[in-house]
């Protein structure tokens, strides 16, 4: 008996799930990428799929960039030495009004 693999999400689809708002929940994400495949004739992705990406965007976009890095020092948030400790792979400490990397557990 052969297993079956469900079918690759479609770029678009992928696109679609990265534009939804962080304040949707998973099953409505779900509805509006289900809405979306539906209009561009494309098999729908299973909650478990959409959930996963989801989660995975979301967690991308929380990320700091080293851009992020130099904006906190140009607006003086964060001090410059903090530029080069993130290059060297240290990770950043958690400063007030800096966008700073989502701590464990929250």
Known sequence: MRTRQA???DERLLRAIDRIAVDVSAAEATRLVGRTAEALQLTRPSYQQVRVLLQ???????????LDVLIDIAWGVRPAYDLPN?????????????????????
Not at 56 to 66: I, L, Y
Not at 90 to 105: I, T, Y
């Open 7 to 9: 079918p690759r999400i």
């Open 56 to 66: 995975s965007s979301r967690e991308e976009r929380a990320r700091v960039s080293n």
């Open 86 to 106: 993130r290059l060297y792979g240290d990770p950043l400490p958690w400063r007030p009004a800096a966008k700073n990397e989502p701590r464990p557990g929250k």
